[in-house]
C-alpha cells in the first residue's frame, strides 16, 4: 500500500515561493525519495493569478484566495512566503489554528511576533519552521 503523501500549500508565489513550487512540481520524485513518502503541492496563492511566473502548474493549484490553503483539511504544510509583518502575522496565525505546521522564511515576523507565533503552534502540537536563514 503506497505511502499517504504530504500535502503542501504555498501562500506567496514570488521568486522564492516559485522556485520552491518549481522544486516541488519538477523534482516530485526526488522530493518524495527524501521525505520517504509523496510530497504534493496542492495550492499556491498569488496576488495576480494572470502574472507569468515562468512555471506550468497543473490546473486548480493557483488561487488567489489564501483561505484555501487556510481551510483545505488535507494540506498538512504551509509554506509561508509573505514579507512584512502584516498581514504576514495574520496569515500565519490562520495557518497555525487551522492545523498547519509552518514554514517561513519570514525572519523579521519571528523577531517581532515570534513568542506568540511559537506559543501558538505549541498550543496546537505544532511546528514552525524558519527557513532561509
Not at 51 to 60: E, I, K, N, S, Y
Not at 81 to 86: S, T
Not at 90 to 96: H, R, S, T
Request: net charge negative; proline share 6%; aromatic share 0%.
Amino acid at each position: 500500500m503506497p505511502e499517504t503523501p504530504v500535502q503542501v500549500g504555498i501562500v506567496g508565489m514570488g521568486t522564492v515561493g516559485t522556485g520552491v513550487a518549481r522544486v516541488l512540481v519538477e523534482s516530485a520524485d526526488r522530493m518524495s525519495s527524501r521525505a520517504g513518502r509523496p510530497v504534493v503541492l496542492k495550492r499556491a496563492v498569488v496576488r495576480d493569478l494572470d502574472r507569468d511566473r515562468g512555471l506550468q502548474l497543473p490546473p486548480g493549484i493557483l488561487t488567489d484566495d489564501v483561505s484555501a490553503v487556510v481551510n483545505d483539511p488535507e494540506i498538512q504544510i504551509a509554506i509561508h512566503l509573505v514579507g512584512g509583518l502584516e498581514p504576514a502575522r495574520q496569515i500565519m496565525v490562520d495557518l497555525l489554528k487551522a492545523g498547519k505546521d509552518v514554514v517561513t522564511a519570514n525572519k523579521a515576523l519571528l523577531c517581532e511576533h515570534g513568542p506568540e507565533l511559537f506559543g501558538l503552534a505549541r498550543e496546537h502540537g505544532l511546528a514552525v519552521h524558519l527557513d532561509g536563514a
